[in-house]
């Protein structure tokens, strides 16, 4: 694997994007087939931390953040095949640096994941509560 290059809010298409979230655990959990929505959710991030190898992206951590109080990393993909060479780490660790000293990083676990983000200094929280679209207020 050649040198790992890490962007800061560096151009990804919606294309090398969908690629990565086949390549890595999360096309299952992501609309890959509504290119438009994929578009959106580059587009509205805010802070976003790429990592490529040549011109190959092969890491992203996609967040949403006000730089002060809380930043919820919303993607952090990594391609199988560059898995565990510290890519996410170092993806995590990036995002954090662009953040205020006060400012806290939020995120849920897919699956496969939730025992790597203990293994790196991650706090379990049980008080998460999801909203889906579908679902009306009471």
Known sequence: ??????????????EEFIKLLHAS???SR???????????MLKHANLIVSA????QLVGIARSVTDFSYCCYLSDL????????????????YWTQKQLGPKCK???????????????IGFFKHEQAWILPPEVELK
């Open 1 to 14: 694997m050649e040198h790992i290059q890490y962007e800061i809010n560096a151009f990804v298409s919606a």
């Open 52 to 55: 490529r190898s040549g011109c």
């Open 30 to 40: 992501r609309p890959v087939d509504d290119q438009g929505c994929i578009e959106s």
């Open 25 to 27: 655990t999360l096309a």
């Open 77 to 92: 993909a990594v391609d199988h095949s560059c898995q565990k060479q510290g890519i996410g780490k170092q993806l995590i």
């Open 105 to 119: 990083i939020i995120l849920l676990s897919a699956p496969g994941a939730v025992n790597y983000y203990p293994h």
